[in-house]
């Protein structure tokens, strides 16, 4: 049984690294690091990643859209579609930051009243919002755009002006972005979250444009994740897929499938890192070493699971650490802090 982790936001960058970890204890994930076979490759978000994986090619974007939306029970057809997720932009001094819906709840009555709105203004130019979950939103827009966009965990606590989309028609989807962020603003929906102390949704991110794709790769068996886009992708692959298990154990328990190959997608990470919530880092980072990567240790060690990767893309590199059950014996090669990767 092999097994790969998909760990966003595993590796903070060198300057940093040892302040975020000082005092934290990572025995069994230093050890399958320091034992494993550790290869750096370009820069790519886990959604590029996750389509690399799965062979899908790339448009202008890695087309997310039409893939999530089909978890979500859409149809994408052969429309264009973008992911225009309901966020929350703040103002800090000269900057406009990006707060995505992880960091706050929303209805699914407050979301089809806020895309109601959108549909009622774009009506005359052809693009229909949809909110088929309450923190998925969608734009089907006529024709395929030239637009290239950054995904929503790449700006998400970052700086709105640094990632606006680019393109031959980047200014008209800036437009539909101001357009939307004054509509939203001033929506009652929007009031009464405020009143109740609440982040109101005064603005959509429009990222992973295209149409639906051939998904030619087979990689893996089983995916694991509460991440739309891998779930997605393993759907559409003829994967089992499903969500995350609550630790290791668990999962082993229901993965006695011989000779299968599973994904695991662990997003907490990225987004701690995304907002430099160190603390809430630190205690997610100890709760995947006691959940997941010490009950994996004694998993390999014992044969249960035959080879492990662990992959942590970032915004400057990504790493990929390979073990199998073999490479647990060079104990010439003692663990390392977790900094020394980045």
Known sequence: ?????????????????????????????????????????????????????????????????????????????????????????????????????????????????????????????????????????????????????????????????????????????????????MLLHAHRVNAAREERGELCVNSIWPWGGGTRSAVRGRPFDFVYSDDSAAIGLGAAAEAHAEGLPAGAEAWLSQAQNGDASHLLVMSGLGVAAAYMDTDAWRERIVELELKWFAPLLAALGRGAVTSLAIVAPGSETCSRFDVARRDLYRFWRAPKPLGVYA
């Open 1 to 181: 049984m092999r097994c790969t982790l998909l760990l966003p936001g595993l590796l903070w960058p060198r300057d940093i690294a040892d302040a975020v970890l000082r005092g934290v204890e990572l025995p069994a994930l230093t050890k399958l690091l320091a034992r494993a076979q550790h290869e750096r490759f370009p820069a790519i978000t886990p959604e590029g990643w996750l389509c690399q994986a799965f062979e899908v090619e790339r448009q202008r974007d890695w087309p997310i859209a039409p893939l999530t939306l089909e978890v979500d029970r859409g149809d994408p057809g052969e429309a264009y579609w973008l992911r225009a997720d309901p966020v929350h932009i703040k103002v800090e001094r000269d900057r406009l930051l990006l707060v995505d819906s992880a960091l706050f709840d929303l209805t699914a009555e407050e979301a089809q009243s806020l895309v109601e709105t959108l549909n009622g203004h774009f009506a005359d130019e052809g693009i229909v919002f949809s909110a088929p979950a309450p923190k998925r939103w969608y734009a089907r827009v006529p024709g395929a755009p030239d637009l290239v966009t950054h995904t929503l965990k790449e700006v998400a606590g970052g700086d709105v002006k640094r990632h606006l989309p680019g393109g031959a028609d980047a200014l008209r989807w800036n437009r539909v972005f101001n357009e939307a962020q």
